[in-house]
């Protein structure tokens, strides 16, 4: 697996994510950009490159340096949007699908 593809957890990453691909400054890509949030008294990892992020708080992301902390802004939209994956019985995390074959030729 390639390096940056897993977790701190040990799963596997999208090389997709809710937002795509975004290319850092370092030449580095990332797809998720996960963080810990406490979800009904757990700590629990989620992405924090959510669809509900302004393309100002995407670019801070992109471009944040490591002993930068993330605003509560976008802490609590990886929040949100992490708890209603959950609620829907989903992982926060983008899910690809494989295409189904139609049985229809």
């Known amino acids: 697996m390639a390096q940056g593809?897993?977790?701190?957890?040990g799963s596997k990453k999208s090389s997709r994510g809710w937002l795509?691909?975004?290319?850092?400054?370092?030449?580095?890509v990332m797809t998720e950009y996960s963080i810990g949030i406490?979800?009904?008294?757990?700590e629990t990892l989620v992405p924090?490159?959510?669809p509900t992020l302004s393309k100002d708080e995407i670019e801070f992301l992109r471009t944040k340096e490591d002993a930068v902390p993330i605003p509560e802004v976008i802490q609590r939209k990886a929040a949100d949007h992490a708890k209603k994956m959950i609620e829907q019985g989903k992982s926060p995390f983008y899910?690809?699908?494989?295409?189904?074959?139609?049985l229809i030729k």
Not at 95 to 102: D, G, I, P
């Open 48 to 50: 924090s490159l959510v």
């Open 5 to 9: 593809m897993t977790r701190v957890d």
């Open 95 to 102: 899910q690809q699908t494989k295409k189904k074959k139609s």
């Open 20 to 28: 795509g691909p975004i290319k850092r400054d370092d030449g580095g």
């Open 38 to 42: 406490n979800i009904g008294g757990k």
